[in-house]
C-alpha cells in the first residue's frame, strides 16, 4: 500500500502532478485546492491508491483532513474517485463538513457530476462527518452534531433541528440541547 510519496514536481497541471522519486515518475491525480497550495518543487504527499481492474491510480493531499473527506466519499455507492476529487477541488474539508451538518443540498450539487439524488443520498450517508482539529470553529461543529444526533434520538426531524440550532447562541452539547428542546417546543 503507497501511503505516502516524497519527489520533485517534473510537470504540474491543476489536478495531476508528475512527481520523481529517485528515477522513478509517478502521476499522481490532485484537486485544485491541494494544487494550489503547492509552491515547492520538493513535496510530500499524503496518498490514497486505488486498484480497479483497468486501472491503477494514484491521489495526493497535502492536508490530511482533505485525504479524509476523499477517502469518505469515495466509499458511498455511486460516487467514484473523480466525483471525490470534484469535492475536494470544490470545497474544503471544513466548509464541506458545514454543508454536510446543514444538510445543504444546493451547494453539493455545484460540484460537476452530482446531481440532486447523488446529493441527497451523499448527505444521508455522510450524516456524521467530522474534520479533525482542534479549533474553537471545529469543537463547535461536533458539538453542533452531538446535540443533532441527540434531539433526532428524541425523535425530532432533521431539518426542524437544524434551524433550532442555528438560533441557538451555546456553546456546550448540554447546553445546546436544552436550548434547542425549548425552542422545538414553542
Known amino acids: 500500500m503507497i501511503v505516502g510519496i516524497?519527489?520533485?514536481?517534473?510537470?504540474?497541471e491543476p489536478t495531476l502532478l508528475h512527481i520523481d522519486v529517485n528515477g522513478l515518475v509517478?502521476?499522481?491525480?490532485?484537486?485544485?485546492?491541494?494544487?494550489?497550495?503547492?509552491?515547492?518543487?520538493?513535496?510530500?504527499?499524503h496518498t490514497t491508491y486505488i486498484i480497479r481492474e483497468d486501472s491503477q491510480s494514484l491521489?495526493?493531499?497535502?492536508?490530511?483532513?482533505?485525504k479524509k473527506l476523499f477517502d469518505t466519499v469515495i466509499k458511498i455507492n455511486g460516487v467514484g474517485p473523480k466525483v471525490a476529487l470534484a469535492i475536494c477541488s470544490t470545497f474544503t474539508p471544513s466548509s464541506f463538513s458545514?454543508?454536510?451538518?446543514?444538510?445543504?443540498?444546493?451547494?453539493?450539487k455545484r460540484v460537476p457530476g452530482i446531481g440532486p439524488k447523488g446529493a441527497s443520498r451523499i448527505l444521508v450517508e455522510l450524516s456524521g462527518?467530522?474534520?479533525?482539529?482542534?479549533?474553537?470553529?471545529?469543537?463547535?461543529?461536533?458539538?453542533?452534531?452531538?446535540a443533532s444526533m441527540a434531539l433526532e434520538s428524541l425523535g425530532f426531524k432533521k431539518d426542524v433541528i437544524s434551524k433550532a440550532?442555528?438560533?441557538?447562541?451555546?456553546?456546550?452539547?448540554?447546553?445546546?440541547?436544552?436550548?434547542?428542546?425549548?425552542r422545538l417546543q414553542k
Open 165 to 182: 440550532l442555528k438560533s441557538c447562541s451555546a456553546t456546550n452539547t448540554s447546553d445546546l440541547v436544552r436550548e434547542a428542546l425549548k
Open 6 to 12: 516524497n519527489g520533485k514536481i517534473i510537470r504540474k
Open 129 to 146: 462527518f467530522v474534520i479533525d482539529g482542534n479549533s474553537d470553529e471545529d469543537s463547535m461543529g461536533t458539538n453542533m452534531m452531538e
Open 59 to 66: 491521489y495526493g493531499f497535502i492536508d490530511v483532513n482533505e
Open 26 to 45: 509517478y502521476e499522481v491525480f490532485v484537486s485544485v485546492n491541494c494544487s494550489s497550495k503547492i509552491v515547492d518543487n520538493n513535496i510530500f504527499l
Open 98 to 108: 458545514q454543508i454536510v451538518s446543514s444538510n445543504d443540498i444546493s451547494m453539493l
